[in-house]
């Protein structure tokens, strides 16, 4: 069946570091592809998406590429802040079923 | 706010219980999931409305029902509780019920079964 695989964590970084969170994906069909973060005591929000092969998403400094040859979406931030301490979720969703299906979480924590 | 209301925020109770969650999605949108966060499970998908009608079922189990009403709000109930029920539970709704969708989570139920 489908579904998503992370990195796993915690990844501890200082702050203004670079940083890639890992994520492949098994699918049929064409999935489209999101990352969502949830903050302490936070419901998850959708940070970026991207819906078909080479298309970037991008917000708030965070870009990942859907990359189809290589069936991954891996995040990264330039420099990363303190605020972006969180738990980062890399998902997918097809056209042809109704699930969002999530990878098990990336948790993050950026030291000053 | 992410315009997605859960009720009640933290609830305690005790094994063998029945526990109503609820969940009102945010404005204009038809369909309604429900998942379970637990520490050593992750994110896990219960079970999707779209409109009223039940679209996809996850890895719910039998003790644990939902349904959707036609102003579209939706309540989990879990009966039967056992202490591995504990877990955070989330209400997410979206405006179609599959493709690109963009799901907006709710703050969250936290239940605690002592």
């Known amino acids: 069946g489908d579904s998503v695989t992370q990195m796993e964590g915690p990844v501890t970084l200082s702050e203004e570091a670079f940083l890639t969170i890992n994520c492949t994906y098994t699918?049929?069909?064409?999935?489209?592809l999101f990352w969502y973060v949830q903050y302490p005591g936070e419901g998850l929000q959708l940070l970026l998406k991207?819906?078909?092969?080479?298309d970037k998403g991008s917000n708030k400094g965070f870009e990942a590429t859907y990359r189809k040859e290589t069936t991954s979406f891996h995040l990264e931030k330039g420099s990363v802040q303190v605020s972006d301490s969180a738990v980062y979720f890399c998902?997918?969703?097809?056209?042809?079923?109704?699930?969002?299906?999530f990878g098990p979480g990336t948790s993050l924590s950026v030291i000053p | 706010d992410s315009g997605v209301t859960q009720t009640p925020k933290h609830l305690i109770t005790a094994t063998g219980q029945r526990v109503t969650l609820r969940c009102s999605p945010r404005s204009g949108d038809l369909s309604v999931y429900w998942y379970q966060q637990s520490l050593d499970q992750g994110l896990q998908f219960l079970i999707q409305?779209?409109?009223?009608?039940?679209?996809a079922k996850g890895n719910i189990l039998e003790r644990f029902s939902a349904q959707q009403f036609p102003d579209l709000h939706s309540e989990l109930n879990l009966s039967s509780l056992e202490l591995g029920d504990s877990a955070l539970y989330f209400c997410a709704s979206s405006v179609e019920w599959a493709g690109a969708n963009v799901l907006t989570f709710g703050a969250g139920s936290r239940l605690t079964v002592l």
């Open positions: 699918a049929t069909g064409y999935p489209s």
């Open positions: 991207a819906t078909k092969a080479d």
């Open positions: 409305y779209y409109n009223g009608e039940e679209r």
């Open positions: 998902a997918l969703t097809g056209t042809s079923y109704d699930k969002v299906i």
